[in-house]
T-cell receptor, first 113, second 112 residues
């Protein structure tokens, strides 16, 4: 079974803090994704990565950056957290090829005070 | 750009059938997916259908695709309280980076 894990289920940070969200997958998938999920807005893509050291902006990259130094790990970084970044963050991975489904982690609920 | 639309809420009684509808705009979509999200959890793939099919059945789940109208539906037979969740429709384009587009999700509430 594919397993996608996220470093924290719940996180509380203060405005202005630097926040790291980590995602690890164990199936050697090339593609990895970060989404945020807000009520009534569904999933919005923040960044995705085709492969190691490769990244592409999604629909809402502002205020975020990412890092993919190893194939299994994709990190989302909030350089200076703001209250409007309070959300559920979901990581996903996928084997290369559009016919393959994405596998999601359990999510990190981030609250920025 | 691509757009996927779903109604936000659906309420049914336990034992009834549930039908969740979805419309999409990208006529080049190759795969269409239904994901389920239980409270506090990530998304889990329920089923998918290839665009050259019009129906797929898997136990209590039936997916219908009307490619002409760009309409996808998920029918859950004999709905149980454990089916209460958010259901997301997603479509995967045939070109570009193959990034799927998700609908906003339909919250299914099952009453005993």
């Amino acid at each position: 079974d594919v397993k996608v894990t996220q470093s924290s289920r719940y996180l509380v940070k203060r405005t202005g803090e630097k926040v790291f969200l980590e995602c690890v997958q164990d199936m050697d998938h090339e593609n990895m994704f970060w989404y945020r999920q807000d009520p009534g807005l569904g999933l919005r893509l923040i960044y995705f990565s085709y492969d190691v050291k490769m990244k592409e902006k999604g629909d809402i990259p502002e205020g975020y950056s990412v890092s993919r130094e190893k194939k299994e790990r994709f990190s989302l970084i909030l350089e200076s957290a703001s209250t409007n970044q309070t959300s559920m963050y979901l990581c996903a991975s996928r084997r290369e090829g559009y016919t393959d489904t994405q596998y999601f982690g359990p999510g990190t609920r981030l609250t920025v005070l | 750009g691509e757009d996927v639309e779903q109604s936000l809420f659906l309420s049914v009684r336990e034992g009834d059938s549930s039908v969740i509808n979805c419309t999409y705009t990208d006529s080049s979509s190759t795969y269409l997916y239904w994901y389920k999200q239980e409270p506090g959890a990530g998304l889990q793939l329920l089923t998918y259908i290839f665009s050259n099919m019009d129906m797929k059945q898997d136990q209590r789940l039936t997916v219908l695709l009307n490619k002409k109208d760009k309409h996808l539906s998920l029918r859950i037979a004999d709905t149980q309280t454990g089916d209460s969740a958010i259901y997301f429709c997603a479509e995967s384009p045939s070109g570009g980076s193959y990034i799927p587009t998700f609908g906003r999700g339909t919250s299914l509430i099952v009453h005993p």
